[in-house]
């Protein structure tokens, strides 16, 4: 029963372990967000230039749009006051061609105020070049260092699992059965509880001296009365450790 112990301990490990790189692998998506928000607060004022730029050019293309409008519009008003043949329609073709002129000079105005304004960004954007580029290259680094970071946790889950699966096929049906009844059963999963200073580690009850023998002795698979954990002993020589433990 040692050996099968052993296996059972080494079973909860390899479990713990599972859980601890899924949670982390569980994460990452959190975590890359947070490397993308840090770098959007620190290039707050390269991204406000980049989008007055943007819009000043989207706004331009609306107005020179605008102004091909009203200059279609103005040529129309010339032809017809020139093809006028009566002093209303003369006056009307006059009213027309002083508004599309006007519109026009209004929207000439509008698209020169949007290109310097584009420009000024650009000017701008250009000036902090290299300092927009760092902060590029840092965010870059931190997102390949975070990605290479998640493949390693992945490699080790998969090489985690193929252990567990070892473990666990190895084991008695009966043993395997318990384990499994008592790891769904219990919220950490934590199966098994080491016997520390005659009391169960997990939940703390006082272990009757014949029990603790029992647990001591290694011979059979002893339950907590409490919570029902599988016990095991760890020699006080050797350091507690909750995740990497051994029978004896």
């Given amino acids: 029963m040692k050996a099968e112990l052993e296996q059972l301990i080494a079973l909860q490990n390899a479990d713990t372990g599972i859980r601890r790189l899924q949670a982390e692998l569980e994460s990452t998506p959190r975590r890359r967000a947070e490397i993308e928000n840090e770098?959007?607060?620190r290039a707050f004022e390269f991204k406000a230039l980049e989008q007055a730029r943007e819009a000043a050019r989207a706004a331009r293309a609306q107005l020179e749009k605008e102004l091909s409008e009203q200059r279609a519009r103005a040529a129309k008003a010339e032809r017809d006051l020139m093809s006028s043949t009566n002093s209303k329609s003369y006056e009307a073709a006059i009213r027309e061609t002083d508004a599309a002129k006007k519109q026009v000079s209004d929207l000439e105005t509008k698209i020169l105020e949007r290109m310097e304004a584009a420009d000024q960004a650009e000017k701008s954007l250009t000036e902090r070049a290299d300092e927009f580029s760092r902060l590029q290259s840092e965010r870059?680094?931190?997102?390949?260092?975070?990605?290479?970071?998640?493949?390693?946790?992945s490699e080790e889950l998969?090489?985690?699992r193929r252990e567990r699966d070892s473990l666990f096929a190895s084991l008695q049906p009966s043993?395997?059965?318990?384990?499994?009844?008592?790891?769904?059963?219990?919220?950490?999963g934590m199966a098994l509880a080491e016997a520390r200073n005659g009391s169960c580690s997990a939940c703390f009850l006082a272990l009757r001296p014949q029990v603790m023998?029992?647990?001591?002795?290694?011979?059979?698979?002893?339950?907590?009365?409490?919570?029902?954990?599988?016990?095991?002993?760890?020699p006080s020589s050797q350091p507690h450790n909750t995740t990497t433990v051994s029978a004896t």
Avoid: H, P, T
């Fill in 175 to 188: 043993v395997k059965s318990l384990y499994k009844r008592i790891s769904a059963r219990i919220r950490d």
């Fill in 39 to 41: 770098f959007d607060q």
């Fill in 158 to 160: 998969e090489a985690r």
């Fill in 140 to 153: 870059d680094e931190r997102l390949q260092a975070f990605e290479d970071e998640a493949r390693a946790l």
């Fill in 213 to 234: 023998a029992q647990v001591r002795r290694g011979e059979e698979i002893v339950l907590c009365d409490n919570c029902n954990r599988i016990l095991y002993y760890q």
